[in-house]
């Protein structure tokens, strides 16, 4: 091709337009509505006024629509042609396109939406011209039959990003949601493009949420699809791909997040950012960037979904502050804090909180916003940031309040709002506060200079009472310090100055002021200094005063700030060192030194440290004379007595105490008290650097100690000290009871006000303070034990709740360090106080309460609990007895009437309730001892029941729960035994059957259980109203616990009790009756979930070889044989093994045998109990049982177990067999015992039996039946081989051992037909050999032959049983079918006694059906296999048989099996042989009658419908005579019947017909011109009304011959030319026959003028011959009666076949002639026939008009009425075919 010619080509390839009408033509069938044939024939106009429809239903839906009706929808548009439109045109149509396919694309699934985008097809090829939108709008439509459609009329090169639609448009289905996402994932430009669309809809506001969907979805999967495709091991090629990523899809993200017209669009843009973010791997600059545009577009509506992205996206970041526009969006969501808490729920938050939380904490001390405090705080205390976060966010606050200048805060308002925030986090509760506490201590910065620069504490401080004039100062943040300072000093320098111990008396007004002024100057060392040398402070009497030092000490041992504390340390230090205290000993500050060395400051332990330094300086040499103590006078209240320490003593207290230990001290606040403790605990070193103490010096710093914990009023100071003194049981003999007693007194003494008076003064936790004063006591120190019951029983002391709650915690911590004695003792006095009430109130008090928890908590001994369950029998003794002056005799079921006071009662079971809850937690298998109480107990309680008027449920089931847990002790000690005498059994029987609980019956059935496996005798002789009981009550409920009661009680008591009645002589099974009838009757009850399990664990323990029949029968006899019964008991018997099964269904059979029997036993004892003489009752009872045991016969498991087993040859095999012939024996005796009683039972029998076969193979069921086979009972054989002939009904034909087990034994039925002489069994023999043959006859020939030359023989076929000859005529019908040509030599035989049985059985007075179609079944399979033996006499025989049989009338039946065996024979016997014996059995047949012949006419139809054409061709002589025959049945007279005749000469004649069909020419013309001769030759010249209806016959086959072969057989005409006219011309008479014979000549005229199509009838030979015949017909009208119809048609006819001028001419002269005639129905007759030919051959025939206008005109006038009145229709037929009148040309 050359280079021009290639051009050209691509040119005419690209272009879209063309003047090719077929590519035209094509292009304009495009339709998405319609088929391409039709929508090519459619024109423009068309196609608009459909789609316009659709077009102003959308704009009904949406108005937005109707701005396209201007141009696309215009008139205009349909003359519109892409073709000649301009590029700028085409552009302008492109937007108007684009944007209604936007709008159009949510309502693709209405029609009215099909319609518009119809007429944009159709008319502006938007297929074509804007393919890229229309699928970009179909798109999301991918699953619906209209994108097919579309994929169909889409152009061949369709863009490249939509490329992948090819294969899908190739095929025309619809693309997979995979597909799309796989090529969206691998094809940048198809995301590209869907992303482009769908954000150009939302642009648009064009969207719609299935778009949205569709996006969101494909954008989602294709982004994950893209991230694992892109991600790479390598670094550097990671960071490329991850920018190539971002390139191709941030831009789409970016849109779509700020679309905020679109809330959807955006929210799945989150979608896909959260992908990213989570794979991805962005670094941060991504994450920031895509977080800022998230928070520039959101709305309200998509704020929450924005968070949870937020949260997301900040998980992957880095953990630093957020982006200023993300913190400014997230300060405005509304009650930020809480939602942040609520997504927090099921996404991690924390680093989007820890971002925002540093980003407002850095914009805190930038810029002084304090508006963002709030929601710090808020974050920080909201459980949404982990530890180190929060320790992050809270360190950066305190660097924040570091950096806060005053160019920030001017006024000092931010530094006070971050003060008191930083306060409230660090006085948090929970975990937040512990975090913040502990962040405080870690930090670096002088924490305590910022607390002071803040003016906040971690613990608040003490506000100086002022005047009303301070506190408005306080207000105003600009008051002048220094004034305010001057102010305090002046005040104080007013105040008297004080000498007295501040431990001693409490001025706390004046401590108060102090602390505050002490406060405001610790910061500053001139202020301090100022403040130290006040009066009031009396420093220089501070030798020989007290209130300077103890001011002092008292101060830091309470909660100020850090520096204020080391401040007043630092005053005590630099006093200490002053040369004039050398001389005084001032241990008294060494207990408050140890306090401030276990501050939680670090800066305070050092200060202290210093000071216990100074303090060491003062003991290191023994001095001369002894020092004065100081404070030994007055540092404590008069009454308080301090135990000072000798030189030594504190020497080494300081020196190998404290002082080693301080630099360990400064590390952490508890080491001190540790290091005290531990020196105290044991003279023993423990520390080779460190001197021991003696005990001595132990003992007195104890006292020391101890004195000063008691002496001093500071709480705090107490719990300090307190701390390691309670980790010191005693010293040298001397309790810390003994020493520290007192404080607990005091403590204890306080009323409620006081003590929480001193706990809010010192913020002190009460319940440490109550703990740490109650631990004084130590166990088995009698003093301390009494003093705390004494408190108990206090009235005051109950009042202190949590001091009470302390003092039983005290005895429960050394309950276990006690000695028996006093656990003793203590429980019983616990005991009693548990049992204590208010005086007025029925609830226990809280001193009950707590000895109630604790003895429920402490561990009980043997001894106790039998102490307690010994206090119980009185209590329940003197509940239930009467008063001595009323007591009687009350039955054990009646209810007490005078009894003790419901008081009495109720507080002895209250103690009865604990004492048993106490046993059953103190484990009580660990206490067996307690057993024969326990069950003394039980058995108190029964008697206390019926007091009480209760169940009592409870306290039974903790007593029985006890037992129970003790049971096992029993039976793994041989020590412990059970005495069988005490009753325990009957106070089981009586508690279960006297109680109503669940509960207390369950627990009680476990116990039975538990002992009858321990104990057996003890309970077995009360066994049984237990389990009546049972059936009554537990077995009803529904709880798995309940379930498992039952189970463990059947499986413990059930095997014991069925062995003791095998000991007895008594028949097992009735003796358990009872038993299994409690269980029977329960059953409705049971829940329907339990009930299966529950059953089959009886059966299981009481024996399924005993006991399973008589538990099935039991719950028919009472249920019925229900669907749901049967469906049980199958799922019961189906639990167990084969054998069982088939032992349990013999059992059954027994039983339901033993119902007949005059004296029935077993189904007495188990069933119903009926009148055994009433039949009518043991009829329905048996019916029960019977209709059960086909069900049990059927179950699954029987059939696969059964089945596996058989195959084996092992003695399992043996007895399964052996019990399977036992059953089939059993169920054929029940049958025929039944049989005469009732037909329903022998049809159960019957079903059972069915059941059964199926259970074996046929090969093991043979094995199973032999023996039964060689009975001498001809009954049960005759049985057993009907069993055996239902077994092979069922038996597939594949089955090779099956049918191996049944060919094996057809000699042994076939010597059961020769030999045995009853006919029944004779005949079940001859059953089987049918059944075995039919089925697997064809794999051993031989064998069935022999069977069938047996049947066939004298000694089955000829023995004069009817039921006999038929089964055997039948099975050789049968074998026939097997054999084929190997039954030939039994055929000789069997054959002429067929048809011997055959015309016996019609022949007979009463027709014998069954035997007529047995015989008829054999000949048919003859025919049917082996046609070419029924030939000569047998097949004469056979038809002559079977026109007798069609004579007899016998049934339907009768009539379908002879003719099909008939049909057989015309089909297959050779055809000569058959047409000869239809010839010879014609006269038969029509002596026979019309049902002989009508079958004769089937049978030879049908055989020359299968015989081929060379057969027919060659019997062209036996047809020529049957058809003769036939044709001379009218007048052989045979029928009398007209309309019989009538049906049979149409039936010759149709098959007359089907014979002609398979003749050519040449064959049959000899035989049509031999019949046109027949009807006149042969007969007498004298018959000739013989001639006649021979005629009469022969015309009737002409006209059907004429009217079906039509134009084939016309030139046939020339041989019945003559015979007609000769007809025709024969004078009329009356006869009916030549009536009859005229008409059907007239017919036959007929049929050959209409399909004449090759002017046969033009002929003049032909034409002259009959036509002057016809129309001379016409005279004789008044004689012709019906023929005149039959006449004008054969005229009108002629005349159109013969179509020319003279023709037409001659019959119409000849017509008109007689129009003249004198006879009305001669001219009625020509008008008649005018009329038709004018209808049939209009302006041809009304040539001649002129010559028909006279005689017409004569007509009007005629004289008779019709005539004149057929006349006039005449005219107006001519008037109309002419088109004018006739007046004109009649005047």
């Known amino acids: 091709m050359s280079s021009l010619a290639s051009q050209l080509a691509q040119i005419a390839a690209n272009s879209r337009s063309t003047l090719n009408t077929k590519v035209l033509k094509a292009a304009h069938s495009k339709s998405l509505i319609f088929e391409p044939r039709v929508a090519a024939t459619q024109t423009y106009p068309e196609i608009y006024s459909i789609c316009l429809e659709g077009f102003e239903e959308l704009c009904n839906l949406d108005s937005r629509f109707a701005k396209f009706a201007q141009s696309l929808w215009s008139e205009q548009s349909q003359e519109a042609d892409r073709t000649q439109m301009s590029?700028?045109?085409?552009?302008?149509?492109?937007?108007?396109?684009?944007?209604?396919?936007?709008?159009?694309?949510?309502?693709?699934?209405?029609?009215?939406?099909?319609?518009?985008?119809e007429w944009l097809i159709r008319r502006f090829r938007i297929h074509e011209f804007n393919t890229a939108a229309l699928i970009a709008t179909f798109l999301p439509y991918h699953t619906i039959p209209a994108f097919v459609t579309l994929l169909s009329i889409l152009p061949a090169n369709i863009p490249k990003e939509y490329r992948f639609l090819d294969p899908y448009i190739r095929s025309l289905t619809a693309p997979p949601r995979a597909a799309i996402v796989q090529q969206a994932t691998n094809r940048p430009e198809l995301l590209t493009a869907i992303s482009q669309y769908t954000l150009d809809s939302c642009k648009y506001q064009m969207e719609y949420p299935g778009l949205i969907s569709f996006w969101g979805g494909v954008m989602v999967e294709a982004t994950n699809g893209l991230l694992d495709k892109y991600r790479s091991g390598r670094r550097s090629i990671q960071i490329e791909n991850d920018n190539a990523l971002m390139q191709q899809l941030a831009p789409v993200l970016s849109d779509a997040m700020v679309m905020k017209s679109s809330p959807g669009l955006q929210i799945a843009s989150y979608m896909v950012v959260t992908i990213l973010a989570a794979k991805g791997g962005l670094a941060d600059n991504a994450l920031t960037a895509f977080m800022d545009q998230l928070v520039h577009g959101w709305t309200p509506e998509t704020m929450r979904p924005g968070l949870v992205t937020l949260c997301i996206i900040s998980q992957h970041r880095s953990a630093k502050q957020l982006s200023a526009r993300v913190t400014k969006a997230l300060l405005k969501v509304p009650e930020l804090a809480s939602v942040m808490n609520e997504i927090g729920k099921d996404h991690r938050v924390d680093k989007l909180a820890n971002g925002l939380a540093l980003a407002l904490v850095d914009r805190l001390h930038r810029k002084g916003d304090v508006r963002s405090l709030p929601v710090v705080n808020s974050l920080l205390l909201g459980n949404v940031l982990r530890e180190k976060q929060i320790k992050v966010v809270y360190k950066s606050l305190l660097v924040a309040a570091h950096r806060i200048n005053d160019q920030v805060d001017q006024d000092g308002a931010i530094r006070k709002e971050l003060g008191t925030i930083l306060v409230g986090l660090s006085q948090a509760g929970g975990e937040v506060g512990d975090i913040v506490r502990a962040t405080i201590e870690e930090v670096d910065f002088d924490i305590d200079a910022l607390e002071l620069t803040l003016g906040a504490s971690i613990r608040p401080k003490l506000a100086v009472e002022d005047a009303p004039e301070a506190a408005a100062e306080d207000n105003n943040p600009k008051v002048d310090k220094e004034a305010e300072l001057a102010q305090n000093f002046e005040k104080l320098s007013k105040l008297k100055p004080q000498t007295a111990s501040c431990f001693a008396e409490e001025p706390l007004d004046l401590l108060e002021e102090l602390y505050?002024?002490?406060?405001?100057?610790?910061?500053?060392?001139?202020?301090?200094?100022?403040?130290?040398?006040?009066?009031?402070?009396?420093?220089?009497?501070?030798?020989?005063?007290?209130?300077?030092?103890?001011?002092?000490?008292?101060f830091w041992c309470g909660s100020p700030p850090t520096l204020a504390k080391v401040a007043a340390l630092d005053r005590v230090k630099n006093l200490l060192k002053n040369e004039e205290f050398a001389k005084l000993d001032f241990q008294a500050v060494v207990p408050y030194a140890i306090v401030a060395l276990s501050d939680p400051a670090k800066k305070v332990r050092r200060a202290a440290a210093e000071?216990?330094?100074?303090?060491g300086s003062f003991y290191e040499t023994k001095p001369s004379k002894a020092r004065r103590v100081w404070g030994s006078e007055g540092l404590y209240a008069k009454t308080a007595s301090v135990n000072w320490l000798d030189f030594d003593a504190t020497k080494s207290l300081l020196h190998s105490v404290l002082i080693p230990s301080l630099e360990e001290s400064l590390l952490h606040e508890d080491h001190i008290l540790a290091a005290l403790t531990n020196a105290l605990e044991s003279s023993k070193s423990k520390d080779g650097d460190k001197k021991h103490l003696s005990h001595?010096?132990?003992l007195a710093i104890f006292k020391f100690l101890s004195s000063h914990v008691v002496g001093t009023p500071l709480l705090a100071v107490?719990?300090?000290?307190?701390?390691?003194?309670?980790?010191?049981?005693?010293i040298s003999g001397t309790s810390r009871t003994d020493l520290l007693l007192p404080l607990l007194q005091w403590w204890a003494r306080l009323s409620e006000t006081e003590a929480q008076q001193l706990l809010a003064r010192e913020a002190v936790d009460e319940a440490s303070v109550n703990n740490a004063f109650v631990d004084v006591v130590v166990a088995n120190n009698e003093a301390g034990l009494k003093l705390i019951f004494e408190l108990i029983n206090d009235s005051k002391v109950v009042t202190r709740s949590g001091l009470v709650q302390s003092l039983f915690g005290r005895i429960q911590k050394i309950w276990s360090s006690m000695k028996a004695e006093t656990q003793f003792s203590t429980a019983r006095v616990l005991l009693t106080l548990s049992q204590g009430v208010h005086a007025t109130a029925s609830e226990p008090n809280a001193v009950a309460t707590e000895a109630t928890d604790v003895l429920h908590k402490v561990e009980l001994t043997t001894d106790i609990l039998l102490d307690f369950l010994e206090s119980l029998y009185d209590d329940i003794k003197k509940a239930t007895e009467k008063p001595a002056t009323k007591r009687r005799r009350v039955g054990s079921s009646e209810k007490s009437v005078d009894t003790q006071s419901p008081a009495d009662v109720s507080a002895s079971l209250n103690k009865a309730t604990f004492v048993l809850?106490?046993?059953?937690?103190?484990?009580?298998?660990?206490?067996?001892?307690?057993?024969?109480?326990?069950?003394?107990t039980l058995s108190e309680l029964q008697h206390l029941r019926t007091v009480v008027g209760s169940e009592l449920g409870y306290l039974q089931s903790l007593v029985l729960s006890s037992l129970l847990a003790m049971i096992p002790a029993y039976k793994d000690s041989k020590e412990l035994t059970i005495d069988p005498a005490a009753g325990h059994g009957d106070i089981l029987a009586s508690c279960i059957q006297r109680s109503s609980s669940p509960m207390v019956i369950n627990a009680a059935l476990l116990l039975v259980a538990s002992l009858a496996r321990t104990a057996p005798d003890v309970v077995l002789h009360s066994v049984m109203p237990i389990f009546t009981f049972m059936g009554s009550s537990v077995l009803k409920q529904a709880d798995d616990y309940s379930a498992h009661v039952v189970n463990q009680t059947v499986k413990e008591v059930i095997p014991p009790l069925i062995e003791t009645f095998r000991k007895s002589r008594r028949n097992l099974v009735a003796s358990t009756a009872e038993l299994l009838i409690s269980f029977v009757v329960a059953y409705e009850h049971i829940p329907s979930h339990r009930k299966q399990d529950l059953f089959i664990t009886l059966i299981e323990n009481l024996g399924p070889e005993d006991f399973l029949f008589a538990v099935l029968a039991m719950f028919v006899d009472k249920y019925g044989a229900t669907d749901n019964m049967l469906a049980f008991t199958t799922q019961i018997i189906g639990s167990f093994s084969v054998e069982i099964q088939l032992q349990t269904l013999i059992k059954h059979l027994d039983l339901i045998s033993d119902m007949f029997k005059p004296k029935p036993v077993l189904s007495a004892a188990l069933l119903a109990k009926v009148d055994s003489n009433s039949a009518q009752d043991v009829v329905k009872l048996a019916q029960k049982q019977l209709t059960l045991l086909p069900k049990l016969l059927a179950n699954r498991r029987l059939k696969r177990e059964i089945s596996g087993l058989a195959e084996k040859d092992d003695m399992e095999s043996v007895k399964i067999r052996e019990l399977y012939a036992q059953f089939l024996e059993g169920i054929l005796t029940l049958s025929g015992t039944v049989k005469p009683k009732n037909e329903k039972l022998y049809e159960r029998c019957g079903e059972a039996l069915s059941n059964h076969l199926n259970l074996l193979s046929i090969a093991e069921f043979i094995k199973s039946v032999e023996a039964l086979l060689d009975r001498p009972n001809v009954i049960l054989r005759q049985k057993v081989l009907r069993a055996l002939e239902h077994r092979v009904d069922t038996e597939s034909t594949n089955n090779l051992k099956s049918r191996e087990a049944l060919l094996a034994f057809l000699p042994q039925l076939t010597a059961v037909i020769r030999e045995s002489d009853d006919m029944s069994y004779k005949h079940t023999a001859v059953n089987c050999v049918d059944k075995i043959a039919e089925k697997y006859g064809k794999k051993d020939l031989d064998a069935v032959a022999a069977a069938a030359a047996t049947i066939a023989g004298d000694s089955c076929l000829g023995q004069p049983s009817r039921e006999l000859r038929v089964m055997a005529l039948l099975c050789l019908a049968s074998l026939v079918d097997v054999l084929q040509d190997a039954i030939v030599p039994v055929l000789p035989i069997a054959i002429p006694k067929a048809l011997g049985c055959l015309e016996e059985s019609i022949k007979a007075e009463k027709p014998d059906g069954a035997l007529h179609n047995a015989a008829y079944a054999f000949m048919a399979a003859l025919a049917q296999h082996i046609p070419y033996m029924i030939s000569g006499a047998y097949l004469d025989r056979l038809l002559a048989c079977s026109n007798a049989s069609a004579a007899a009338g016998l049934d339907e039946e009768c009539r379908a099996n002879r003719a099909d065996c008939l049909q057989f024979v015309a089909k297959l016997i050779e055809g000569k042989v058959l047409f000869t014996a239809l010839e010879k059995n014609w006269a038969n047949a029509a002596a026979s009658g019309y049902s002989a012949l009508e079958e004769y006419l089937h049978v030879l139809g049908t055989a020359l419908d299968k015989h081929p054409k060379s057969s027919i061709a060659k019997n062209t002589t036996l047809f020529t005579g049957i058809f003769l025959n036939a044709f001379d049945l009218r007048r052989s007279g045979v029928l009398s019947s007209t309309r019989e005749l009538e049906k049979i000469e149409l039936l010759i004649n149709e098959t007359s017909l089907k014979m002609i069909y398979k003749l050519n020419d040449a064959a049959f013309r000899p035989m049509f011109s031999h019949l046109m001769n027949w009807p006149t030759t042969g007969l007498p010249k004298t018959d000739l009304a013989g001639k006649a209806q021979r005629q009469v016959s022969t015309?009737?086959?002409?006209?059907?011959?004429?009217?079906?072969l039509k134009s084939i057989v016309t030139s046939y005409a020339a041989y019945i030319i003559d015979s007609a006219v000769k007809v025709l011309s024969t004078p009329l008479t009356g006869d009916d026959v030549l009536n009859t014979l005229r008409s059907r000549v007239l017919r036959t005229l007929t049929k050959c003028f209409e399909h004449d199509q090759d002017g046969f009838w033009q002929a003049p030979a032909h034409f002259n011959a009959v036509a002057p015949v016809l129309v001379e017909q016409f005279g004789h009208a008044a004689n012709l009666n019906n023929c005149t119809e039959d006449l004008v048609l054969a005229v009108v006819e002629l005349a159109a076949a013969a179509d020319s001028k003279e023709h037409h001419k001659e019959i119409n002269s000849a017509l008109l002639k007689n129009l003249r005639s004198e006879q009305a129905a001669v001219r009625l007759a020509v008008i008649k026939c005018q009329q038709a030919l004018t209808t049939r051959l209009g302006e041809e025939?009304?040539?001649?008009?002129?010559?028909?206008?006279?005689?017409?005109?004569?007509?009007?006038?005629?004289d008779d009425e019709v005539v004149e009145r057929e006349n006039r229709r005449w005219i107006v037929e001519i008037e109309e075919t002419l088109g004018e009148s006739l007046d004109s040309m009649l005047q």
């Open 718 to 730: 107490k719990l300090r000290l307190l701390q390691p003194l309670n980790q010191i049981k005693s």
């Open 87 to 117: 590029a700028a045109e085409n552009a302008a149509l492109d937007k108007h396109v684009e944007a209604f396919l936007h709008l159009c694309g949510s309502r693709l699934r209405l029609m009215p939406a099909i319609k518009a985008i």
């Open 516 to 554: 505050s002024l002490f406060l405001s100057v610790a910061a500053n060392e001139t202020n301090l200094q100022k403040f130290d040398e006040a009066p009031v402070l009396s420093r220089p009497q501070a030798p020989t005063k007290l209130f300077y030092a103890s001011f002092y000490m008292r």
């Open 917 to 936: 809850e106490l046993i059953q937690e103190s484990k009580p298998w660990q206490h067996p001892e307690l057993l024969p109480s326990l069950f003394t």
């Open 611 to 615: 000071l216990v330094t100074v303090l």
């Open 1595 to 1604: 015309y009737g086959f002409l006209q059907h011959f004429f009217e079906n």
């Open 1741 to 1758: 025939w009304l040539q001649s008009l002129p010559e028909m206008l006279p005689f017409i005109s004569e007509l009007q006038d005629d």
């Open 696 to 698: 001595s010096t132990r």
